[in-house]
């Protein structure tokens, strides 16, 4: 992302930096949700948040690296948020309903301005797309909060499965923020229940993978998205060449 923190015409220390970078991403935040993301312009957050257009630029190369901050902004807090589930549970339905509520809680306040940019995150061609090169860094900081869910918890989990279980985790975590967008209901409860029932159905899914019988199901699931959703890592074979007898695809490559 090319938003700065700090560089050449910082003038003072970075904090001061830091602080009116977050004052910027605030500013365009709240005129966003009051105005609408295609109605606001680069020179209405500066004006509104008495920076100079060009050092609006300068920690922000357009419109859409401001909702990339936005996504950055969500990611670290929601870090933050889930710590004490994943340092007390090592239960992996527990874990995992942990994350999804503390992800809810966390952008419990950025609600309506989600709905406000929706119609722009879904145009697979957008930088705002969560699928899209520019959301690469936010995307992954996502994806490793699931890798840790899947690591510290008790749950016996196949070789073969660990690379490809945190991108189906985040997918249907992908899932759940999209029913959230349209959910109307008081304090988003049934995004919530939804939630909380997903993290048990994909807990239960996990454990059956176990059976070697069932790995091949889950391998070919996560094969299909890769092929066919942009953004994902292409970490399994090509489906028209199978590997040698007995010998596992290197994760992360293809042959």
Do not use: C
Not at 98 to 118: C, K, N, S
Not at 202 to 227: I, M
Request: aromatic share 8%; glycine share 6%; hydrophobic share 40%.
């Amino acid at each position: 992302m090319p938003a700065k923190n700090d560089g050449p015409d910082a003038a003072g220390p970075q904090t001061k930096s830091e602080q009116t970078r977050a004052l910027i991403l605030e500013t365009a935040m709240r005129l966003f949700q009051e105005r609408g993301y295609d109605k606001t312009t680069m020179r209405a957050i500066a004006t509104e948040a008495g920076v100079s257009v060009g050092n609006a630029y300068y920690y922000f190369a357009g419109k859409e690296h401001l909702i990339q901050g936005f996504y950055d902004r969500i990611a670290a807090e929601h870090q933050v948020a889930v710590r004490e589930v994943l340092d007390r549970e090592t239960d992996l339905e527990a874990r995992l309903a942990g994350v999804l509520t503390a992800w809810l809680d966390v952008a419990r306040p950025y609600h309506e301005f989600a709905v406000q940019f929706f119609k722009n995150a879904a145009d697979p061609d957008s930088p705002l797309s969560p699928f899209s090169p520019e959301s690469s860094h936010a995307r992954e900081e996502a994806m490793r909060v699931h890798r840790e869910v899947l690591a510290g918890s008790k749950a016996k989990v196949a070789p073969e499965l660990r690379e490809v279980l945190p991108e189906l985790m985040w997918l249907s975590q992908m899932g759940l923020v999209l029913y959230w967008v349209f959910d109307r209901t008081e304090n988003r409860e049934r995004s919530y229940r939804l939630a909380r029932r997903g993290a048990r159905l994909t807990a239960r899914g996990v454990a059956l993978a176990r059976f070697r019988v069932l790995r091949p199901l889950v391998l070919e699931v996560h094969e299909l998205f890769t092929d066919f959703l942009p953004g994902m890592t292409k970490a399994m074979p090509d489906p028209g060449k199978r590997p040698e007898q007995g010998k596992r695809p290197e994760p992360g490559k293809r042959p």
